[in-house]
């Protein structure tokens, strides 16, 4: 027969530690945006470069954004932070390496949505904007990336809340983030279930948050496609 012991949830314990857990949160939004920017710097080119012509542009990008792709978050933050260090290459902050790594695993996906945003743009934009007497770089940095960007942000935005839930994972690497603060105020309150619902609930909140804000992008800027 299992036992089944009296619960009581301990609202206190997270009360009195709220502040760790908000610093924490904080550090976690800040992480996650970051390597969301970087992944965003990074994405265009690699999109621009998997879409060209010539093989030597085109391998490389494809090569990257595969990996980006396929290598797990967990394993680029290792390498970053530990192995890296350990053959003596670079050593890297806590943060930094975590910024890199959301930055590095981000870009593939980021490549991926500008190459869909800029196939979206009707290939006769060009041949307009050649009318107008615009160059090829000029149409494409005043006619098509501006279409293209619109078309982008909504899925950029789901990028985001992926990096974001991606950022939790950095506590593994000493990061003084939400789950991190959590652990340590469970090891010492020895409230675990508590500390590590309260520090849940908040992720899901701001994931929430940042998911209702991309579909009501999304919504905005659908409405005025159609207009």
């Given at each position: 027969m299992i036992a089944v012991l009296p619960f009581a949830f301990d609202y206190s314990v997270v009360s009195e530690h709220s502040g760790e857990l908000l610093r924490g949160l904080l550090l976690t939004v800040e992480v996650a945006a970051c390597g969301f920017a970087l992944a965003a710097v990074l994405g265009l080119p690699l999109a621009l470069a998997g879409r060209s012509?010539?093989?030597?542009?085109?391998?490389?990008?494809t090569m990257w954004i595969a990996l980006a792709r396929g290598v797990p978050l967990l394993i680029v933050i290792f390498w970053l932070y530990y192995?890296?260090?350990?053959?003596?290459?670079?050593?890297?902050?806590?943060?930094?390496?975590?910024?890199?790594?959301?930055?590095l695993t981000g870009s593939g996906y980021m490549a991926e949505i500008y190459r869909s945003a800029l196939s979206a743009v009707p290939t006769g934009q060009f041949e307009s904007a050649a009318a107008?007497?615009?160059?090829?770089?000029?149409?494409?940095?005043v006619v098509i990336l501006p279409q293209a960007l619109r078309t982008a942000i909504p899925p950029a935005m789901n990028t985001f809340v992926m990096l974001l839930k991606g950022a939790t994972l950095l506590s593994v690497i000493g990061l003084a983030d939400m789950f991190y603060a959590a652990k340590l105020v469970a090891v010492n309150e020895f409230k675990p279930f508590e500390l590590y619902t309260a520090a849940a609930v908040l992720v899901i909140a701001v994931t929430l948050v940042a998911a209702i804000g991309s579909g009501l992008v999304e919504r905005r800027l659908s409405k005025g496609v159609r207009r």
């Open positions: 012509r010539t093989p030597l542009l085109r391998i490389p990008a192995a890296a260090a350990q053959e003596g290459l670079f050593s890297l902050t806590a943060f930094i390496a975590g910024m890199l790594s959301l930055g107008i007497g615009l160059s090829r770089a000029q149409a494409f940095r």
